[in-house]
């Protein structure tokens, strides 16, 4: 992979943490920043973005990116990331690590100097809508919604979940058909009415 790609990478991340600390979402546990990410990849075709991370394996634990882990590995390093709360743990599934994240000072001031830049604009705007949708959904609820995505619930436990094709991206083509006829199609409404649509299955 190219050092552009790894950055680019660490940018979405880090825009997807600012959106959350925009949206009082904070701090982020380590599995629920997993299925934000998964969410947001899932759905930036909505609004005719390429996402950083386009597969991922159908975990017990929910999504999990290794890329996107050491990423915030690295961000945390740099001192763009807060990082508390840290634990590796043992259960029923076998081992595993925890920890709180909030993006820091640092990391505000650099989303602020990548905001120059306008495709890396659009990602921070559509994340932080993103987040903005997120933000009436219990934390402890997150995974559920993750469950209900089509791309998610179609496939096993163990296989891989592929949604890295535009034209093909399943929850893109739900998204449209969810607007009435009468109604012009917005792609930032689009991703509250996924998400909104994502927890309301997840009650019953």
Known sequence: MSKN??????????????????????PVNMEQLHRY????????????????ESYTLKHMRGPYFPRAQWDIGRLTTQGFVDSTNFKPFSDEDGFWLSADYRI???????????????????????????????????AEKINLVTQNDFHYSSVPEG??????????????KAVILM???DRVYSPTEGVHRY?????????H
């Not at 296989?159 to 893109?172: H, I, M, P, W």
């Open 159 to 172: 296989a891989g979940v592929n949604f890295s094709e535009t034209d093909g991206n399943l929850s893109r």
């Open 5 to 26: 790609n790894f950055l680019a990478s660490r940018a979405w991340l880090l825009m997807l943490l600012e959106g959350a600390e925009r949206n009082g979402i904070t």
């Open 37 to 52: 990410i998964y969410l947001a990849n899932v759905l930036s075709p909505v609004c005719m973005l390429t996402m950083p």
């Open 104 to 138: 820091a000072d640092n990391g505000i001031s650099l989303i602020e100097k990548l905001n120059a830049y306008d495709h890396l604009a659009k990602q921070a705007n559509y994340l932080r809508e993103f987040m903005s949708a997120c933000s009436d959904i219990a």
């Open 179 to 181: 607007f009435p006829e």
């Open 195 to 203: 998400i909104d649509y994502l927890a309301e299955v997840s009650n």
